[in-house]
């Protein structure tokens, strides 16, 4: 079950994209739930019981607008799938900053809405997954979009996540548990490509601020890795 929220403050454009998210689901044959909001105060109220995958979101609105509305809410989930539908082409950079999934112009176009929530709903089902780490504290469910990097250290392998896990465990075996988003490079590292913010000759860097020495050989396979990706 894929969950939808459509956030417009124009009752007959909210009617519109809805029946054309139906029409997308009937031909991927993905099940949903959508609801529908007037406003993002009306979104923010039901927000607190209902999160969604994927959000709809119109940019110019009475009161919060959609630009504002996807700041507040990136700093409460980092996982949604953001969709910004305006009829102006002045926010892009906006939608870069919170990681909107995309952009979509009014009238919206069928086909493009299409490809945009096959989209969404592949990185949903990717971020959905989770690989368990025993601890000394018993075992612990890590999300894989949380998991930064794992390092190798001597016997041991450490997840560097919300916090560090050691584990006894290769960094080969890892590797079997994880998905493409996730490249080991060297002997003593694997990534989270999407974590990449800059790639260098012999670094690393992450949007985390953390540095991770590559070897020069790596610099094309990484390069190819996060477009080959995208």
């Not at 997308?24 to 993002?40: D, H, M």
């Not at 969604?52 to 700093?75: F, N």
């Not at 979009?145 to 075996?173: G, M, P």
């Not at 493409?180 to 913010?197: A, D, K, P, T």
Request: charged fraction near 30%.
């Amino acid at each position: 079950m894929l969950t939808f929220s459509l956030c417009d403050d124009n009752a007959s454009e909210r009617e519109y994209i809805k029946n054309l998210v139906i029409d997308w689901s009937v031909r991927s044959g993905a099940e949903i739930s959508l609801r529908e909001y007037p406003s993002a105060e009306s979104f923010l109220f039901d927000c607190e019981d209902f999160r969604p995958d994927i959000l709809l979101l119109d940019v110019e609105m009475p009161g919060q607008s959609g630009v504002e509305l996807a700041k507040r809410l990136r700093r409460l989930d980092k996982v949604m799938q953001i969709v910004f539908i305006t009829a102006y082409s002045d926010y892009i950079a906006e939608g870069y900053e919170v990681a909107a999934l995309h952009y979509l112009l009014k009238p919206v176009d069928t086909e493009k809405l299409f490809s945009v929530l096959s989209i969404a709903a592949e990185r949903v089902r990717r971020d959905c997954r989770k690989i368990t780490v025993e601890t000394t504290d018993g075992a612990e469910v890590l999300p894989l979009y949380d998991v930064r990097y794992i390092e190798s250290r001597k016997n041991y392998a450490v997840i560097h996540a919300e916090r560090e896990y050691t584990v006894r465990r290769t960094l080969s075996e890892f590797l079997s548990a994880l998905d493409g988003r996730f490249l080991r490079v060297g002997r003593s590292f694997i990534i989270n490509l999407l974590w990449v913010r800059r790639v260098g000759r012999t670094e690393v860097e992450l949007k985390s601020g953390e540095v991770i020495p590559i070897p020069r050989s790596a610099f094309e396979t990484v390069n190819r890795a996060i477009i080959n990706m995208k």
